[in-house]
C-alpha cells in the first residue's frame, strides 16, 4: 500500500499541536478540509478508543469518519486505523459518498511531533489505499486542514 507523507512546520510548542491533535474542541476549528467544517467530533483518546468526525460541505452533505486508536505516545505520536462511516459510526465503502471504491477499507493514519527550536514539526504518514486518482485530492484535503490548523494555533498564541 502507497504512504501519502505530509510534513508541516508549526509555530506553536509540542503541546499546543498535541492539544489540537487530540482535543474535541481544538479538532471542531480545524478537522475538516477547505470549504468544510467539522460539525461532531469525538475523542476517546486510549488505545482502541475511537475518534469520531464529520465533515460538513457548505451545501450540506455530511462524510463521516472514525479512527481507532493503535499508538498514543503524548506528546510526540498518534496513530489511528480510519475509515469512512455512516452517521451511526458503522464502517462504510467510500461509494457510500459517492467516491471511487465498493470495500470498506481501513487506512493507518499517523502524526508524529518532533521539537524545533520554539516551533514543531508535525509530519503526517497516512495509507492510500485508492489508486493514483484520489492522491492528489488526498493531499488537497488534508493540506486544507494544515491551513487550519496553522491559522488557529496563530491565534491560539
Known amino acids: 500500500m ?37 460539525p461532531y467530533i469525538s475523542v476517546d483518546l486510549k488505545k482502541s478508543g475511537i475518534f469520531r468526525y464529520c465533515h460538513k460541505s457548505a451545501d ?31 464502517p462504510v465503502p467510500p461509494s457510500y459518498y459517492g467516491m471511487i471504491g465498493d470495500v470498506i477499507t481501513e487506512s493507518m493514519v499517523e502524526f508524529r511531533l518532533t521539537a524545533n527550536n520554539d516551533g514543531t514539526i508535525m509530519k503526517m504518514i497516512g495509507d492510500n489505499p485508492y489508486d493514483d486518482s484520489m492522491l492528489e485530492e488526498m493531499k488537497s484535503g488534508w493540506n486544507g486542514m494544515f491551513d487550519k490548523l496553522e491559522v488557529l494555533l496563530t491565534q491560539e498564541l
Do not use: C
Open 2 to 38: 502507497k504512504k501519502l507523507t505530509l510534513e508541516r512546520s508549526l509555530a506553536a510548542p509540542m503541546g499546543e499541536v498535541w492539544e489540537a491533535l487530540t482535543n474535541e474542541d481544538m479538532l471542531k476549528k480545524w478537522w475538516s478540509p477547505t470549504g468544510f467544517e467539522a
Open 60 to 90: 450540506g452533505k455530511e462524510f463521516w469518519g472514525r479512527g481507532v486508536y493503535q499508538v498514543i505516545e503524548e506528546p510526540n505520536l498518534v496513530s489511528w486505523l480510519d475509515t469512512f462511516t455512516d452517521e451511526k459510526g458503522n
